[in-house]
């Protein structure tokens, strides 16, 4: 019995590499201008001279990599660090991803590095003395004690930079607009291959590529009877000989849609 289907979405704006690009290249210019001139204010209003966001926790973490870099978390390792009147750094662990962030982040080429990340981290950190960062307490502890043991006076910005965030511009609201669409059809496009016999890795191998093919980021996530938030890594060759329920919450709040008895 297959329960909620739901779907988390970001979609590539700015790849350059010939996938879905729902934005102009000035449109895309506009919207990382406003993002950088929104951290240098926020630099300006707690008195820092640098700041160093990390998505090697949880994905609350990974939003802030995703908001000044533009490059889709393909791994939870990875850092930004930006200090006062510069462009942001995208810091990453491997050559590849480096390579692969160079084709779509929205930073200059230059502004990407890879290598050991906590030695690239604290090259960049030296001669700052007062350093802002989000989300403090969901950081490795490995990290959080390399980082305090700095001597640097870090400054917890998360409510700072919530509050910055919370105006969102037009760009942000046809990108939301964009996710609901693709979240939409692709609820829509596995009700229509709903039938008896048909497996769970079919499903949700389709619904994987319908997302990747219309430009979102981020996969499907399907809820099974047996575990919750069964990803497509999960998901078994089992046919499907119940009826399913399955639930869009975007789409249709709390109600379940049974697409075959």
């Not at 979609?11 to 919207?31: A, C, L, N, V």
């Not at 973490?61 to 870099?69: D, G, I, R, W």
């Not at 001669?127 to 006076?153: K, M, S």
């Not at 099974?224 to 249709?252: G, N, W």
Request: aromatic share 10%; hydrophobic share 40%; proline share 6%.
């Amino acid at each position: 019995c297959l329960k909620p289907i739901s779907t988390s979405l970001l979609i590539r704006t700015s790849y350059k590499g010939g996938q879905i690009m729902p934005f102009t290249e000035k449109e895309i210019q506009t919207e990382y201008r406003r993002r950088v001139a929104l951290l240098q204010e926020l630099m300006k209003q707690n008195g820092l001279d640098a700041v160093l966001f990390s998505s090697t926790a949880q994905q609350a973490n990974q939003l802030c990599v995703k908001f000044f870099s533009n490059y889709m978390l393909s791994t939870r390792r990875a850092f930004i660090f930006c200090g006062s009147g510069e462009e942001p750094y995208l810091i990453l662990p491997t050559s590849g991803q480096a390579f692969h962030a160079k084709r779509i982040t929205w930073l200059p080429e230059d502004h990407v590095l890879y290598g050991n990340m906590m030695e690239l981290v604290l090259k960049k950190l030296s001669g700052h003395t007062r350093v802002g960062w989000y989300l403090p307490d969901e950081l490795p502890y490995a990290i959080y004690t390399q980082l305090c043991g700095t001597g640097i006076c870090f400054v917890d910005v998360t409510q700072a930079l919530t509050l910055a965030r919370a105006r969102k511009s037009p760009y942000e609201i046809k990108l939301t607009e964009e996710a609901s669409r693709i979240a939409g059809d692709s609820f829509a496009h596995v009700v229509r291959m709903l039938k008896p016999g048909i497996t769970e890795q079919e499903l949700v191998g389709a619904a994987e590529g319908y997302l990747r093919a219309h430009g979102a980021e981020d996969s499907l996530v399907l809820t099974r009877s047996q575990k919750p938030h069964a990803f497509i890594t999960r998901a078994k060759p089992v046919c499907l000989s119940t009826p399913p329920r399955l639930r869009d919450p975007e789409a249709t709040g709390h109600r379940w849609f049974v697409p075959f008895s």
